[in-house]
């Protein structure tokens, strides 16, 4: 896979985004590949809200690496503001995400909502715009997979791939709150 890598973005307001990833890392595990799947923002390694987690670390093929600090509060309530843990953490995914991409140990990096750290302004679009270049400087030797809402033309420029989700009608405007195994 020597100089193959494609950078491939999921993005959009629709839900699938990162059970697109989910399905890709599966699908490279299972022909052999290594795969880091990064999550950012999305809690702690102890707090096991997401569900794919269970699967995907009992692949071996498949690292789950975890960044952020919990936002589901224990009254099911989100917690929507930014605390310097948050800005913390963001900068921890983005040093491992560059790590994995030097390494030449992963035939598959995900970052996992990446792009929404730039949204919600945990990262800066540069910071991504980095990472992508270091992703050219070694030769694209891995596939790289961004995830998350807020692409900017920047980025979507330097994409091999770019599918948008579009949320054409949800559940969740009826009331349906997001369901443990469906959503999470």
């Known amino acids: 896979m020597a100089n193959q890598g494609q950078l491939q973005i999921y993005t959009g307001d629709g839900k699938g985004k990162t059970t697109c990833a989910i399905g890709l890392c599966i699908r490279a595990a299972a022909a052999g590949l290594k795969v880091a799947f990064i999550q950012f923002d ?4 102890e707090n096991d809200f ?3 987690r269970k699967i995907l670390r009992s692949i071996k093929e498949i690292e789950v690496i975890v960044t952020g600090k919990i936002r589901m509060m224990p009254n099911g309530q989100f917690r929507f503001a930014n605390s310097p843990p948050d800005f913390e953490e963001a900068k921890r995914g983005l040093e491992i995400a ?3 991409i030097k390494e030449n140990k992963y035939q ?3 970052c996992d909502e990446i792009l929404s750290c730039i ?3 945990l990262l800066k679009e540069q910071d991504v715009l980095d990472l992508i270049r270091a992703f050219e400087e070694g030769l694209k030797s891995c596939e790289l997979v961004l995830t998350g809402r807020g692409l900017t033309e920047a980025i ?3 994409a091999d791939l770019v599918t948008e989700m579009k949320m054409i ?3 969740f405007n009826k009331g349906l709150p997001a369901r443990k195994g469906i959503e999470f």
């Not at 999305?42 to 390694?45: C, D, F, N, P």
């Open 42 to 45: 999305k809690g702690s390694e």
């Open 169 to 171: 009608k949800h559940y």
């Open 50 to 52: 997401y569900s794919e």
């Open 156 to 158: 979507k420029e330097k």
């Open 119 to 121: 949204l919600t302004s």
């Open 108 to 110: 598959l990096v995900v």
């Open 98 to 100: 560059k790590k994995a």
